[in-house]
C-alpha cells in the first residue's frame, strides 16, 4: 500500500486553478521528486498536503487514512511533516531547545504533569533528550547543540530545520527545495543527508530545482506545469520526455 | 416619529464628522508611515486649545482661528516627524505603539500642568444662532462641524487623488520599498502625511471644541473612536473612514438616546470586537494577509 | 539551574520573609505589598504577552473581574475569603474563554484591537451595572481576608499590613512557581514557537490556537487571583482601577522590565509600582515626567531592563574571563 495517494487533488484560488486534480502516489521507503518551472503549483501541493489549504477537491490519502481537510497538526500527529524553503527555525532559542519544541506532539504529559512534576513526565523529558541528542548528533549539529539558533552558520540552519522536523518521528518526510542557494559541497552533503534519512525509514517526497540532485537521489520524478501533471517516471525517462523539455525551456523562454 | 429622533440625528451626523476628520488623520499616518499614532487625540486636544487661544488672546474670529491652529498643529506633526518618528522609523510596531502611548501620556498631563483641568469653551457666535430646518432647530455650530468636515474630507480626497505628492502618498502607502525604488522622495511624504493628519485632528478638535468642553482629557477617547472607526471601516480605506465615522456617531447618539446614556462610549467598542468577530476585513477593507 | 544562582535566588526568598522585621516603615510595607499584586500581573500578563507573543490589552478586565466576584462573593454571600479567591481565579477563567474562542482565531494586531474593545466592554459593565458592582461609587468596605485556625494551636489573622505582606509574598512565590514550571514544559515550548513563527510552529504539529488559548487561560487565573488579593486588601474597589490604562500599566511593566523572562517582569512591576510614589515628589509634574520617561525608556532600552543589564554583564565578561559567566544570572 502507498504511503500517500493523492486522487484528483484541485485547488482553485478565486479564479486562478493553482493545482489542477492532480493525481499521484508515493511507496513507503522511496524518494519521489517533485519538479516544474516556477508557479507550477509544486509549494501548494505541499501547502495542501500539510493542511495549511483546504483542497477545492480531490483527496488525500496517507497511509491508507483519508486525510484531506484535516488540520495541520492532526496531520502531522499521523507522521507527514514537511520543512521550508526559506531557513526556518526559532532562531531566538537554543538548538537544543529548537529539538525538544520538535518533539511536542509526541509527548503526552500536559500541564498537571508540568507543575507536579510527576514520574513519567520525568522518564518522557529524558527520553525526549536523549533522541535530541541522537538526532542532532545524525545531522551533524551536536556541537552547536546549547547554541542560539541565529547564531550558527546558514547551512547548519538549514539542517537544523530537517532536524526539528525529524523530531516529530514522520513516517513521511515534504523536503521543499532542501539544497536552494547551497554551494556544491553543502548540496553534495544534503544528498547524503537525504539518502541517510531515508535509510532510517523515512519515505521523501522533494521538491527540487536542481537537476543533478534530483536526477542523483529520486527513484522516480513527478512533473507539474501550471498545477497539471505533464509526466511522471524514472530520472532517464524525465529527462528524455519532450513535454518536459518544452516546459522548461518555454518558461526559460519567457524568463 | 418625532423630530427629537432628526435632531439626534442630527447631532450624531455633527460628532460623527468631527470622528471622520480624526479618523481620517489616523488612517493616513496608519497607511502610510505604519504608525499606530496614539497620541493622535492629543493633538485633536491641543487643536482645540489653540483655537481657544487664539480667541481669548489675540481677539481672531472664529474660522481664521480654526484655519491658524491646522497649522500650528501640523507643524507641532512636522516637527514629530523630525525628532521622533523618522528617527524610530525601524523600530517594530509594538514599541512604537508604546512610545506613542508614552507620547499621550506626556502631552496631556503637560496640557494638564499649563492649563489645568479646568474646562473652557470656545466662545464662538454660532453656538447662540439656530438654524430652523424642517420644523427643528439645530445650533449651527452643529452645522457648521458637518459642512466644514464635508468641504475639508473632500479637499483631502482631492489631494490625495490629484496632487503629485497626493500620489505619492498613496504609492508609499502601497509598497514602500518600491516606491522608494521609483524614485519617490519618502521623507517628504512622511512630512506631508504627518502634517496633513495633525491639521486634521486639529481641524476637528476646533470644531467640536465648541459643543462640547475644552479640556486636556478631551482627546483620550476620540483616538479609541478613530481606531474603531478605522476598523469598522477597513485599514486604509478613505472611504471606509468617512462611513464609519458617520455612522458611528449615529449610532452613538441614538443608543444614548434610546437604550441607554451609558453606552455612548462604548457602542464604539462593542460595534468593534463585534465586526472583528465576524468579519475581521471590516465593513469595505480587504482582508489584510 | 546552576547552584550559584539556586543560592542567590534562595537568600533573596529569604530576605524577603525577614523585610517586614528590618524594615518596620508602614509606608514601605504598603508600597511592597501593592509591588507584590502587580508582579503577579506583570508575570502573568508575560505568559500572553511575552511567552506567547499575542499583546493583549484586557488583563485589566481579568484583574477587575476577579477582583469584584472575589469582593461580592464575600460581601453578598458570606463566602470565606479563601473559597472567593478561587472562585475568583474561575471567573476569570471563564471570561477569557469568553474572550478568547472568538479572539485567538485573529492575527495578532487584530486579536490586540479585539482585547481593546473587551477590556472597556467590561469596565463599561462594571461601571454600568449599578446594582451589582455599586457602580462608579464602587464597593466599600470590602472585608480583608478571614482568619486561619489551627485548631487551638494558631489562628492566622490577615488584618495587619505585616499579615498581609507575607499572604501577598506567599501567593507571589506561589505564581513564580506555578509559571516557571509551566513555561519550561512542552506548552511553554509551544508559547515561544507561537511566537517566534507561527507557520513553523503549525509545521511541527502545534495546536496553535488551542496554545494560544491555553496562554490567555493562565495568565486570566493569576490575574483573577492578583484581583482578589487587591480587593481584599484596599477594601475598596472601583471601575478607576481596571480601565485600559490599568493594562497599558501592566504592558509596560513587562515591557520596561524584559518581556519573555521571567525576572524582567517581576523588576518592572516594583519599577513601575514605586515610580509615581517616587515622582510624588515632583507632584505635579509626575505623570508628565512619568510620560517622558516611558518614552525615552522605550527609545533607548527597546529590550527593557532585562536586555540592558544583559548588555551591561556582557560588558564585564567581555574584559575578563573570570567574569564571563556573570551574565547568566540577568539571563533567567
Redesign the interface.
Known amino acids: 500500500m502507498p504511503v500517500l495517494e493523492i486522487s484528483n487533488l484541485t485547488k482553485h484560488f478565486g479564479g486562478l486553478v493553482a493545482v489542477n486534480a492532480v493525481d499521484f502516489s508515493v511507496n513507503s521507503g522511496e524518494i519521489v521528486g517533485v519538479i516544474g518551472p516556477n508557479g507550477a503549483g509544486k509549494t501548494t501541493v505541499f501547502n495542501l498536503l500539510?493542511g495549511?489549504y483546504l483542497p477545492t477537491g480531490g483527496r488525500i490519502l496517507f497511509g491508507g487514512i483519508d486525510i484531506t481537510g484535516w488540520?495541520?497538526?492532526e496531520v502531522?500527529?499521523k507522521g507527514l511533516?514537511?520543512?521550508?524553503q526559506q531557513t526556518?527555525?526559532?532562531?531566538?532559542?537554543p538548538v537544543m531547545?529548537n529539538l525538544?519544541?520538535?518533539?511536542?506532539?509526541r509527548?503526552r504529559?500536559g500541564?498537571w504533569?508540568?507543575?507536579w512534576?510527576t514520574g513519567s513526565?520525568e522518564v518522557e523529558d529524558r527520553s525526549c533528550r536523549d533522541q535530541a541528542l541522537e538526532i542532532l548528533n545524525f545531522m551533524g549539529l551536536l556541537k552547536y547543540k546549547d547554541e542560539l539558533a541565529r547564531n550558527i552558520p546558514q547551512d547548519a540552519q538549514r539542517r537544523l530545520g530537517i532536524a526539528?522536523?525529524m523530531?516529530?518521528q514522520p513516517k513521511m518526510f515534504l523536503l521543499d527545495e532542501p539544497t536552494v542557494g547551497m554551494n556544491p559541497s553543502e548540496t553534495q552533503e544534503m544528498i547524503r543527508l537525504i539518502g541517510a534519512i531515508r535509510e532510517r525509514g523515512t519515505t521523501i517526497l522533494l521538491i527540487e530545482h536542481d537537476m543533478r540532485v534530483v536526477m542523483g537521489i529520486c527513484q522516480r520524478i513527478i512533473v507539474l506545469n501550471y498545477g497539471l501533471k505533464i509526466a511522471e517516471g524514472s530520472p532517464e525517462e524525465i529527462r528524455k520526455n519532450p513535454e518536459v523539455i518544452a516546459a522548461y525551456l518555454g518558461s526559460e523562454e519567457s524568463a | 416619529m418625532d423630530t427629537t429622533f432628526f435632531i439626534h440625528l442630527a447631532n450624531g451626523l455633527a460628532i460623527g464628522s468631527s470622528y471622520v476628520l480624526i479618523a481620517l488623520g489616523f488612517t493616513l499616518i496608519f497607511g502610510i508611515l505604519d504608525i499606530i499614532q496614539l497620541a493622535h487625540g492629543e493633538i485633536y486636544m491641543l487643536g482645540a486649545y489653540c483655537t481657544y487661544f487664539l480667541l481669548e488672546l489675540t481677539g481672531m474670529s472664529f474660522f481664521p482661528a480654526l484655519v491658524v491652529s491646522a497649522f500650528v498643529l501640523a507643524a507641532v506633526g512636522l516637527l514629530l516627524e523630525r525628532i521622533l518618528f523618522r528617527p524610530l522609523r525601524t523600530v517594530p510596531l509594538l514599541n512604537l505603539l508604546l512610545i506613542t502611548i508614552g507620547l499621550s501620556i506626556f502631552l496631556m498631563n503637560l496640557a494638564n500642568l499649563l492649563w489645568t483641568p479646568e474646562q473652557r469653551t470656545i466662545p464662538t457666535p454660532y453656538m447662540l444662532k439656530t438654524l430652523h430646518f424642517l420644523g427643528l432647530a439645530i445650533t449651527v455650530q452643529r452645522v457648521l462641524v458637518v459642512v466644514v468636515s464635508i468641504i475639508v474630507m473632500i479637499a483631502v480626497i482631492l489631494f490625495i487623488r490629484r496632487s503629485r505628492i497626493g500620489k505619492a502618498m498613496r504609492a508609499v502607502a502601497q509598497d514602500k520599498e518600491g516606491a522608494a525604488v521609483a524614485g519617490i522622495n519618502i521623507n517628504l511624504v512622511r512630512y506631508v502625511t504627518l502634517a496633513v493628519g495633525c491639521g486634521l485632528a486639529s481641524v476637528a478638535g476646533s470644531l467640536v471644541g465648541p459643543i462640547y468642553l475644552v479640556e486636556p482629557t478631551m482627546g483620550a477617547t476620540p483616538v479609541y473612536k478613530a481606531f474603531v472607526i478605522v476598523i469598522l471601516g477597513g485599514m486604509g480605506s478613505v472611504g471606509g473612514s468617512i462611513v464609519g465615522g458617520l455612522l458611528l456617531g449615529v449610532i452613538e447618539t441614538l443608543s444614548a438616546a434610546y437604550i441607554s446614556l451609558a453606552l455612548k462610549d462604548t457602542v464604539a467598542f462593542i460595534l468593534m470586537v463585534l465586526i472583528l468577530w465576524v468579519r475581521p476585513a471590516g465593513l469595505f477593507g480587504k482582508i489584510l494577509e | 539551574m546552576s547552584s550559584k544562582k539556586g543560592i542567590i535566588y534562595l537568600l533573596i526568598i529569604v530576605l524577603l520573609f525577614f523585610l517586614p522585621t528590618i524594615i518596620k516603615d508602614s509606608y514601605f510595607l504598603y508600597m511592597a505589598i501593592l509591588s507584590g499584586i502587580f508582579v503577579i500581573l506583570a508575570l502573568s500578563l508575560n505568559v500572553i504577552v511575552g511567552y506567547a507573543g499575542q499583546m493583549s490589552f484586557c488583563h485589566s478586565a481579568f484583574f477587575g473581574v476577579g477582583a469584584y466576584t472575589s469582593a461580592l462573593l464575600v460581601m453578598n454571600l458570606k463566602f470565606s475569603f479563601w473559597l472567593a479567591l478561587p472562585l475568583a481565579m474561575v471567573a476569570a477563567l471563564i471570561l477569557a474563554f469568553i474572550i478568547g474562542y472568538p479572539s485567538l482565531r485573529l492575527r495578532g494586531p487584530y486579536f490586540a484591537i479585539v482585547t481593546v474593545g473587551c477590556a472597556e466592554v467590561v469596565r463599561s459593565i462594571l461601571y454600568n451595572w449599578v446594582d451589582l458592582t455599586g457602580g462608579p461609587m464602587g464597593l466599600p468596605k470590602i472585608p480583608p481576608p478571614d482568619p486561619i485556625r489551627l485548631g487551638n494551636l494558631f489562628t492566622l489573622t490577615f488584618n495587619t499590613r505585616q499579615s498581609y505582606y507575607y499572604l501577598v509574598l506567599v501567593f507571589v512565590l506561589l505564581t513564580l512557581f506555578i509559571i516557571i514550571k509551566l513555561m519550561k514544559s512542552k506548552a511553554g515550548r509551544a508559547f515561544i514557537a507561537i511566537r517566534e513563527d507561527e507557520g513553523f510552529a503549525r509545521s511541527i504539529g502545534i495546536d496553535i490556537k488551542g496554545y494560544k488559548i491555553l496562554a490567555f487561560a493562565i495568565s486570566a487565573i493569576f490575574a483573577g487571583m492578583a484581583g482578589s488579593l487587591y480587593a481584599h486588601y484596599i477594601l475598596f474597589i472601583s471601575p478607576v482601577s481596571f480601565t485600559i490604562a490599568e493594562s497599558i500599566n501592566v504592558i509596560l511593566m513587562v515591557i520596561i522590565g524584559g518581556m519573555g523572562t521571567m525576572v524582567g517582569p517581576i523588576f518592572g512591576a516594583i519599577l513601575l509600582t514605586a515610580l509615581p510614589e517616587v515622582l510624588r515628589a515632583v507632584a505635579d509634574y509626575r505623570m508628565v515626567l512619568y510620560g517622558l520617561l516611558l518614552m525615552l525608556v522605550m527609545i533607548f532600552l527597546p529590550g527593557g531592563l532585562m536586555a540592558a543589564l544583559r548588555a551591561v554583564a556582557s560588558l564585564f565578561s567581555k574584559g575578563s574571563g573570570i567574569a564571563a559567566k556573570g551574565g547568566s544570572i540577568a539571563r533567567t
Open positions: 500539510t495549511v488540520k495541520p497538526q502531522v500527529k511533516v514537511r520543512t521550508f526556518r527555525v526559532l532562531f531566538s532559542i531547545e525538544l519544541t520538535g518533539f511536542h506532539c509527548t504529559s500541564i504533569g508540568a507543575v512534576q513526565k526539528v522536523a523530531a516529530t
